[in-house]
């Protein structure tokens, strides 16, 4: 029965992959979009966390431009979504660009360089990043955390096989997975912006968040330099792919200090772009939820 419920959830999903190979990327992710501001952001309004999120970082917005703020976040994450499906043929579309700015960065991922550790957030479509970096002939492969459903969890990593060199699962083995990858000359990225109950309690935006250390911990103990890393979107099918020039050493720094510093991007990077942040999960304590809806 499990098998069978799996794959009636899967069916929808499979029927979008097919619908947006047939549209192209451009098209599939104009579709995206409308459903995004429709339909998501009925459901992002429901919901509260995004409204709840953005108050805690712009306490002085109004309603109704906290109201555009989630439309247009809810825009980005539906083209995101849809353009998940079609990354491979994304340049076969003449409304798709991808550019990079201060791309001598790219030097320190060569082969005969320490491998790095990149971090970005959920902002953009933080998937271009990994093809920027590919197609240009350089190694990355993403620790992800993987879906319940083995049969979404397969397409899934077929759509993104395409645009990374390797595909690291969350789990108890992907520390030693990790490391080998690492050691043997393969650089990684992470996104390093949501929750994570395990994790330190770092500030972010001024409140203590729970924020993942195991990164900077397999970047100190590899070797790697920890490198940040931002994707933006500009006229709806363009991105840019911005390195930082903040080359952090794991062994130089405490995991704090670093941490610190890479929230510190992440903030920066939400100020600038906000309505391309993923603003509907709980990065902060859940008491702070509880107190809003409460209040």
Known sequence: MLRIRYFLEYLPLYLLYRLCRLLGFSNASALGGFIGRTIGYGYAKLHGVADNNIQR???????????TLIKKSCDNIGRTFFEYFVLDIADQDPKFKCSQVNSKILEHLAADNPPVMLFSAHLGNWEMGAKSITDCGYSLTPIYRPINNPYVDALILKCRRHIVTGQIAKGRRSGIESMRTLKSGINMVVLADQK?????????????????????KLARASGAK?????????????????????????????????????NTHIESWIKTYPDQWFWFHRRWDKKLYKKHEQG
């Not at 970082?57 to 109201?67: A, I, W």
């Not at 994570?196 to 900077?216: C, L, Q, R, W």
């Not at 890393?229 to 200090?257: A, G, Y």
């Open 57 to 67: 970082v712009f306490p002085h917005l109004s309603l109704d431009d906290r109201n």
């Open 196 to 216: 994570y109950n395990e994790g330190v309690d770092i500030p972010f935006f001024g409140v203590s968040a729970k924020t993942a250390d195991g990164f900077v």
């Open 226 to 262: 920890i490198i940040p890393l931002l994707i933006t979107r500009h006229n709806k099918t363009e991105f840019i792919v911005h390195f930082s020039d903040d080359i952090m050493d794991p062994k130089n720094q405490s995991i704090d200090e670093i941490l610190t510093q890479c």
